[in-house]
């Protein structure tokens, strides 16, 4: 028999991560729950329904995955509390913690609680992930190949991190989209025009990424290769790497963002 997996919801991280599997050929049944999206959106192949209640009475699904918004996720887990016997519950939404779902599903529930960015919609995620005592090794397996297939994975057995996984790599895109933006307007008050500035930014932290990822050499040596002594990169470095410059005001919003990832998470 195959593998089914039960997507409930299918916004921007659930479609992406949706068009992975069917790519990855993850599995080879996919049920969608959504109201919001059309038939024609989706990969071909893929069994759509607008409600729990307009599932298949025949579906037993090995994974259950929870990519519906935070606020909603008290309407969405009642329809899917019946599978618990035989799938695994696999949450993307920030802020509920395993322990909320065990409320809802039951304490022998498997549920793996993972956090996911934005990149996964280009295949280049990643995603860290926790599961709780009752997931199988193979369950574990499932979970691993369907986060794959959005980019790359890392698990920990200590949920408390993944408060600050949420700050840094689930947050982190839009540090650097922020970044883009500042370098653009530093360029602009050093003289180019807008639409120049822009480009050269876009393009230079795009291919510093791609650099950084093809790249056998650390963050750090690549900063130093780009460096000459007492050249123009030096002489911009050493603002940023100034007592008050890059790293503290980074280490400080990532704090707020853990900060924040655990008020949410109660």
């Known amino acids: 028999m195959g593998t089914t997996v039960l997507l409930v919801g299918c916004g921007k991280m659930g479609g992406a991560m949706l068009s992975g599997w069917r790519a990855a050929q993850a599995a080879t049944r996919f049920v969608v729950v959504d109201p919001n999206v059309q038939a024609g959106s989706l990969p071909e192949g893929t069994e759509l329904v607008g409600t729990m209640a307009e599932l298949p009475a025949d579906l037993r699904p090995d994974a259950v995955v929870l990519a519906v918004k935070p606020q909603m996720m008290d309407q969405a887990l009642p329809g899917c509390a019946g599978y618990a016997a035989g799938a695994v519950y696999l949450s993307i939404a920030a802020g509920k913690p395993i322990s909320y779902f065990e409320r809802h599903l039951g304490a022998d529930a498997a549920i793996v609680r993972a956090m996911p960015n934005t990149p996964a919609a280009i295949g280049r995620g990643i995603s860290v992930a926790v599961p709780n005592s009752n997931v199988t090794p193979a369950q574990r397996d499932l979970c691993h190949a369907l986060l794959q297939a959005a980019g790359e994975v890392a698990w920990t057995e200590d949920e408390a991190q993944i408060d600050a996984v949420t700050a840094l790599s689930g947050s982190g895109p839009a540090y650097v989209f922020l970044l883009v933006e500042a370098m653009a307007k530093a360029g602009v008050a050093a003289g180019l025009p807008g639409d120049l500035a822009m480009h050269l930014a876009r393009a230079t932290v795009a291919g510093a990424g791609e650099l950084l990822h093809r790249s056998p050499e ?49």
């Open 218 to 266: 650390s963050a750090e040596q690549l900063r130093r290769n780009v460096t000459s002594p007492n050249g123009t990169t030096q002489a911009a470095l050493e603002v940023l790497m100034a007592p008050e410059g890059l790293e503290p005001l980074m280490v400080r919003a990532v704090a707020a963002g853990q900060r924040r990832s655990r008020e949410l998470a109660g």
